[in-house]
């Protein structure tokens, strides 16, 4: 799905890479209590929303997500309700309308990524000095926080210290969100790891619930888009792993097949068909062997 919809009742108001909010109709985004938060079956890969489509990603997304938020009961949450409009049945939730804090909060249990290539330049991750030796898919005991500061849809998020961190949101908030973030990993990298994926790493959203105060867990919860889930039969450190999530697309795009340079400023190619199919297959694996529930659309 490219194009907004139109929902009787609701009214849209922002659309993001991947998602579209609405607020009930006759309510501005400040006054409502509640938004209904539509995934799409978009995709993006390096600050870009490409072109292509994942056949029922949003559907995949959505309901992983939600199965999610019922592990982590400890953790609140922003899901009311799956009581939606039918042209967006198994895509979309009511959710609480939080105040989202500005940043992207991460947590790290193995290196790789924009991580790993920090930790050749300095040693460090986000300026958290890092034992010498590690290479690509190093486990990091324990795991560790690594906050970025949420960009503008188009513009690249930007890795920042804990202490920056505070700047931005207040010491209390930002030792919350340490702690919380930490503790979302670490219950989900068990989960995982008991079903044979690990969780290299994830990145969640909090807000502050306007009717309680109270901070919660919003957006997506540890699907492929926002993790890295690795099979943990062929997990070994040193090389790229085996995954199942976006990197699969990432790897494609940076490699002599598509022809792109990520670093060109043009936008990415349309996906082969080969890709789109092998992409949506990696997403349902995931959420079949993490769930143990089969996918049907």
Request: proline share 5%; net charge negative; with cysteine.
């Amino acid at each position: 799905m490219s194009d907004v919809v139109a929902l009787d009742g609701w009214e849209h108001i922002y659309s993001g890479k991947i998602r579209d909010l609405y607020v009930p109709a006759g309510t501005s985004v400040q006054e409502a209590d509640r938004v209904l938060v539509v995934a799409s079956d978009k995709i993006s890969a390096y600050d870009f929303v490409l072109d292509s489509q994942i056949p029922d990603k949003g559907k995949i997304l959505t309901q992983l997500s939600l199965w999610w938020f019922g592990q982590l009961s400890s953790v609140p949450n922003h899901v009311l309700s799956t009581d939606v409009p039918d042209a967006v049945a198994g895509r979309a939730m009511v959710c609480a309308n939080l105040e989202m804090f500005p940043i992207e909060c991460i947590a790290r249990g193995y290196l790789t990524g924009s991580g790993l290539a920090e930790y050749r330049t300095s040693g460090t991750v986000t300026g958290l000095p890092l034992p010498t030796g590690l290479v690509d898919g190093s486990r990091l005991e324990p795991a560790i926080f690594t906050p970025s500061a949420k960009a503008e849809v188009g513009e690249h998020d930007e890795n920042i210290t804990f202490e920056q961190t505070i700047d931005r949101v207040g010491e209390i908030v930002a030792e919350e969100l340490r702690e919380l973030t930490l503790k979302v990993y670490s219950t989900a990298e068990r989960i995982a790891r008991d079903r044979g994926i690990i969780l290299a790493d994830t990145k969640v959203e909090f807000g502050r619930d306007r009717a309680t105060g109270r901070i919660t867990l919003g957006d997506e919860v540890l699907t492929p888009d926002s993790s890295r889930f690795w099979d943990g039969a062929t997990y070994a450190p040193g090389k790229s792993q085996d995954s199942f999530d976006k990197q699969f697309v990432r790897d494609w795009l940076t490699s002599p097949a598509s022809g792109w340079d990520k670093n060109s400023g043009e936008k990415p190619p349309v996906l082969p068909e080969e890709i789109i199919e092998k992409t949506r297959s990696r997403y349902v694996e995931a959420y079949e062997r993490l769930t143990g529930r089969t996918f049907s659309v």
